[in-house]
């Protein structure tokens, strides 16, 4: 049986919990989500201890796939719209910097162009730090949205492993290699 599935999601004080036929919707201080649940996957709701939970019907291979996975992703959603979700990452190069204009990020990453990213409406961005290395801050109370805007921004010029110069998560540690200069020593 499913360790992660069993177990009951607490309710924080200031979040409400709806389940409806095939979506669960959690309010919070920070806003609302709605997730979809699969049809072989029920919740419920247990008011006076401000639990929830997630029940399967049957021992099937699907319903046991479904069982864990439907249970982090509601355990998430109550974590993003009370706390919300960040990815800091920094930009490092010569010439590289970023900034915002609008509903647009501008990233200036060493093409002969700027590059503007639309930034989603359930989105914020936080500079810290304009150039080298320029420090920003994604930030959302969904988690799979803030972890895909933060690596489409970071596909756009990933970290090299010579000089380090690119987009890269701040904790993120980048392999270097020793250049042409130092391999003939």
Request: hydrophobic fraction near 35%; glycine fraction near 8%; proline fraction near 6%.
């Given at each position: 049986?499913?360790?992660?599935?069993?177990?009951?999601?607490?309710?924080?004080d200031g979040v409400t919990v709806r389940c409806d036929k095939d979506s669960v919707t959690i309010e919070g201080s920070?806003?609302?989500?709605?997730?979809?649940?699969?049809?072989?996957?029920?919740?419920?709701?247990?008011?006076?201890?401000?639990?929830?939970?997630?029940?399967?019907?049957?021992?099937?291979?699907?319903?046991?796939?479904?069982?864990?996975?439907?249970?982090?992703?509601?355990?998430?959603?109550?974590?993003?719209?009370?706390?919300?979700?960040?990815?800091?990452?920094?930009?490092?190069?010569?010439?590289?910097?970023?900034?915002?204009?609008?509903?647009?990020?501008?990233?200036?990453?060493?093409?002969?162009?700027?590059?503007?990213?639309?930034?989603?409406?359930?989105?914020?961005?936080?500079?810290?730090?304009?150039?080298?290395?320029?420090?920003?801050?994604?930030?959302?109370?969904?988690?799979?949205?803030?972890?895909?805007?933060?690596?489409?921004?970071?596909?756009?010029?990933?970290?090299?492993?010579?000089?380090?110069?690119?987009?890269?998560?701040?904790?993120?540690?980048?392999?270097?290699?020793?250049?042409?200069?130092?391999?003939?020593?």
């Open positions: 049986m499913s360790r992660i599935g069993k177990k009951p999601i607490q309710i924080p920070k806003g609302t989500i709605v997730q979809p649940i699969h049809s072989l996957m029920k919740v419920e709701i247990d008011e006076e201890s401000r639990l929830f939970a997630v029940v399967r019907p049957s021992e099937e291979r699907q319903c046991r796939e479904l069982h864990g996975l439907t249970r982090t992703l509601l355990a998430n959603n109550v974590h993003g719209v009370v706390n919300g979700f960040t990815k800091d990452l920094e930009i490092i190069g010569l010439g590289y910097n970023i900034k915002m204009q609008g509903e647009e990020l501008i990233l200036q990453l060493g093409f002969s162009h700027p590059i503007n990213v639309k930034i989603p409406k359930d989105i914020q961005i936080e500079i810290k730090s304009q150039t080298n290395p320029g420090k920003f801050t994604v930030t959302g109370i969904d988690k799979q949205k803030v972890g895909q805007f933060a690596a489409n921004i970071r596909r756009l010029r990933p970290p090299e492993p010579y000089k380090g110069k690119g987009v890269k998560y701040v904790d993120e540690v980048i392999r270097r290699k020793a250049g042409k200069a130092s391999a003939s020593k």
